[in-house]
């Protein structure tokens, strides 16, 4: 695990946390204002939780016999 990765997982979970407060808050207070902060807040923690992609290293095209002068 690279520490990027770790620092976005703790984001993730930040986040998180921010949308169970302000949901908790606009129940308490019957606001639903609080739903638009929400759903930044979930938004974001889905980016910070979804995989990166990882490109293939790039092989030798000799090696593959996808080479046009072959």
């Known amino acids: 695990m690279y520490p990027n990765e770790e620092l976005?997982?703790?984001a993730g979970r930040i986040c998180l946390l921010l949308v169970a407060a302000f949901g908790m808050m606009g129940y308490h207070w019957a606001?639903?204002?609080f739903i638009p902060i929400m759903a930044g807040f979930a938004i974001?923690?889905?980016v910070c939780y979804a995989p990166r992609a990882v490109?293939?290293?790039a092989g030798s095209l000799r090696?593959?016999?996808q080479h046009p002068a072959i």
Request: aromatic share 6%; hydrophobic share 35%; proline share 7%.
């Open 8 to 10: 976005q997982r703790w």
């Open 55 to 57: 490109s293939p290293e």
């Open 63 to 65: 090696r593959s016999g």
């Open 44 to 46: 974001l923690a889905a």
């Open 31 to 33: 606001n639903v204002r």
